[in-house]
């Protein structure tokens, strides 16, 4: 499958897990729109997302179902520090491209990409992504783009590739914090590297060996 035409997609390995879109609860959390669809794109409900304990609901999943993301934003988070994210309630997996929360339909046309400071950070912190192999991530980085993406998801066993070779700041630190089933690395291609880049990035993972190829380090690159 050519996951790079996909809209991102997250499908369900069990019944009745139940999928929201939350806001950080503080008052310095911007609350964003996404568009999502449970009937293969046929349909889809515009969503703001809700400071709420529990965020606002979006659908609840059975096993096999499929759930899919758009959205124009070029940023899911007001700081490091007060994002929005997916909650759910089971495991799932995660594949498809990524720019479909940032250009829409128009993802898998998009010559050059563009995107915002603290792009999707923690989108899918302290859920159960299981695989997220297939997830189709940008080669154009952002500062704090895609950090903290996956903090604390305990069940994922397989990350994507992260093909960026021109880092920022702060991108991809701490995207894989607390991932307790990862076992293998993905590879980090960058050979020049830019403040805090890939730092924590691994932090109570089982990673156990990994190659670090750049020649050029900045300040808390890979700390």
């Known amino acids: 499958m050519d996951y790079k035409s996909q809209y991102l997609t997250i499908e369900s390995l069990v019944d009745n897990n139940s999928f929201y879109w939350w806001a950080y609860n503080s008052v310095y959390t911007s609350i964003t729109n996404i568009q999502f669809s449970t009937n293969g794109g046929t349909s889809w409900t515009t969503l703001a997302s809700s400071k709420s304990k529990s965020g606002a609901f979006m659908a609840t999943l059975n096993t096999g179902d499929k759930m899919l993301l758009k959205g124009n934003n070029t940023a899911y988070a007001t700081n490091a520090y007060y994002y929005n994210k997916i909650k759910a309630t089971g495991v799932y997996n995660v594949y498809g491209n990524i720019l479909s929360i940032r250009y829409g339909d128009d993802f898998n046309t998009v010559t050059d990409v563009s995107l915002g400071i603290y792009f999707a ?7 159960y992504v299981v ?10 980085v952002s500062n704090y783009c895609y950090g903290y993406m996956f903090r604390n998801c305990g ?10 070779k021109t880092l920022a700041a702060s ?16 590879k980090l291609p960058a050979k020049t590297l830019a ?12 990673i ?6 750049a020649t050029t380090l900045a300040n808390r690159c890979y700390s």
């Open 171 to 186: 991108c991809y630190t701490s995207m894989f914090s607390g991932c307790s089933s990862l076992t293998l690395a993905p």
């Open 155 to 164: 069940s994922l066993v397989s990350a994507p590739a992260l093909p960026a």
């Open 195 to 206: 403040n805090s880049c890939y730092s924590n990035m691994f932090e109570h993972s089982k």
């Open 131 to 140: 695989d997220a192999s297939n997830l189709v991530l940008t080669d154009v």
């Open 121 to 127: 950070p923690y989108f899918f912190a302290d859920t």
């Open 208 to 213: 156990t060996s990994i190659i670090l190829p």
